[in-house]
């Protein structure tokens, strides 16, 4: 194994990964999470043998089986403290608020929409020529006879206070 040899890899990973498999899976794991651990195992017994003074205590399944083990239930340990952070649910609360704030804008919409049409002609067709169909105060000056277009102006800055009036008594 020292030489860093493919083929004793290949063999290792036959032999034990089966069962790093069962024992991940078996506990709350996927075939991905026991990959990840068996590498690290790997990793950990190359580094030992690699630095000279590894001395085998037991059979090496049992040596790998425990290396394996203890990463599964220290990554385990790691994700039980991260369960229920407050972090961990910051795009829902965030989603919540968007939804609530969408809520608001269209009950503001409602409110407006029932404002307008108390609202009364012309002002109502001035209002939506101008803010809806973006007339210009020309064409809104043309449509309903007026002598120019600072007169339409001012006609349309009377009917945007009546709407206002009409709204914010409504929200009240």
């Given at each position: ?52 003074n590894f001395q085998l205590n037991s059979k090496l399944k049992t040596f790998i089986y425990s290396v394996c083990r203890r990463l599964w239930l220290k990554r385990l340990k790691i994700q039980s403290k991260n369960a ?89």
């Amino acid at each position: 194994m020292l030489n860093g040899s493919d083929e004793a890899l290949r063999s290792l990973y036959k032999m034990y990964f089966p069962m790093v498999l069962q024992l991940v899976m078996t506990n709350s794991g996927s075939e991905d999470d026991a990959k990840d651990v068996y590498q690290e195992s790997i990793i950990i017994l190359y580094d030992k043998v690699r630095n000279g003074n590894f001395q085998l205590n037991s059979k090496l399944k049992t040596f790998i089986y425990s290396v394996c083990r203890r990463l599964w239930l220290k990554r385990l340990k790691i994700q039980s403290k991260n369960a229920g952070k407050v972090t961990d649910y910051q795009d829902i609360i965030a989603v919540d608020e968007d939804l609530a704030a969408h809520e608001e804008k269209d009950l503001m919409i409602n409110q407006m929409l029932s404002s307008l049409v108390k609202l009364g002609e012309p002002c109502k067709t001035i209002i939506e020529d101008y803010y809806m169909h973006n007339s210009s105060m020309q064409e809104i000056c043309e449509k309903f006879g007026y002598t120019n277009a600072d007169n339409a102006k001012t006609q349309k800055y009377k009917c945007m206070m009546r709407l206002k009036k009409l709204f914010f008594s409504e929200r009240c």
